[in-house]
């Protein structure tokens, strides 16, 4: 059988104030550790954004998209699929947000003005797929943990900025509300290999691939980095 590998959580410096490596780097960092693919998810206008906020929004967008941008024009050159998401926050709790465009980020400012669990059914009535991102992540700035188990299609139950008591709990959680389970690395800098991400038994080309990968049981391995 055929195992591919992808990374469903990395930053890039072009768009997140707390990344280290841009989108070219990294793409090229993980070509060499051996992935498939890899999906960025830089964090949003409301986490710790790169884009300067004076900007009018269509330009904050398009600064926004250029870490995905340079990923994927290197993913083509040296054959990674480089895929797009972000990461939206509401009170420091994070949902990965994939299968929607530039276009849709451009034609929906209104999202910033929106309840987390609104946000999460607008996304996923156009199309998109949302996954709470590591939900019992213990931080300085997280004041409050935020739960939308109706609303989210999967949890990130293995984040390898969480230690296993913490990955444990995303666990317990997704199995609570029967969500399914996947799992990501939250890389922001590419100076060490990239570790972490899901070995699946299907190629993902897109980001309905990944949808069809986590809901159908397709994950063969969640990766926690100690591999
Ligand atoms: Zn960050
Ligand atoms: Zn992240």
Not at 47 to 72: D, H, Q
Request: one cysteine or more; a negative charge; glycine letters at 10%.
């Amino acid at each position: 059988m055929e195992i591919y590998k992808y990374d469903t959580h990395v930053h890039t410096s072009e768009a997140s104030g707390c990344a280290s490596s841009t989108g070219a780097e990294t793409a090229l960092a993980y070509k060499e550790a051996g992935y498939d693919g890899i999906i960025i998810t830089d964090h949003f206008f409301n986490g710790n954004s790169a884009v300067p906020r004076r900007l009018p929004w269509k330009k904050r967008i398009e600064l926004f998209c250029k870490g995905y941008e340079n990923a994927r024009e290197q993913g083509e050159k040296i054959g990674l699929t480089v895929l797009f998401g972000w990461e939206f926050t509401s009170d420091a709790n994070d949902f990965l947000t994939y299968g929607l465009d530039k276009e849709w980020l451009i034609a929906h400012p209104d999202i910033m003005d929106m309840q987390i669990w609104e946000y999460a059914q607008f996304v996923r009535r156009c199309g998109g797929f949302v996954v709470q991102a590591h939900p019992f992540r213990i931080r300085d700035y997280v004041k409050k943990l935020v739960l939308i188990p109706n609303d989210v299609d999967a949890v990130e139950a293995v984040n390898l900025g969480g230690n296993d008591i913490q990955n444990e709990r995303a666990r317990w959680y997704a199995e609570s509300y029967d969500l399914p389970i996947t799992g990501g690395s939250d890389t922001h800098n590419v100076a060490a290999a990239p570790k972490g991400g899901i070995l699946t038994d299907m190629p993902i080309n897109s980001i309905s691939d990944y949808a069809e990968a986590v809901r159908g049981g397709r994950i063969l391995k969640i990766l926690d980095g100690k591999e």
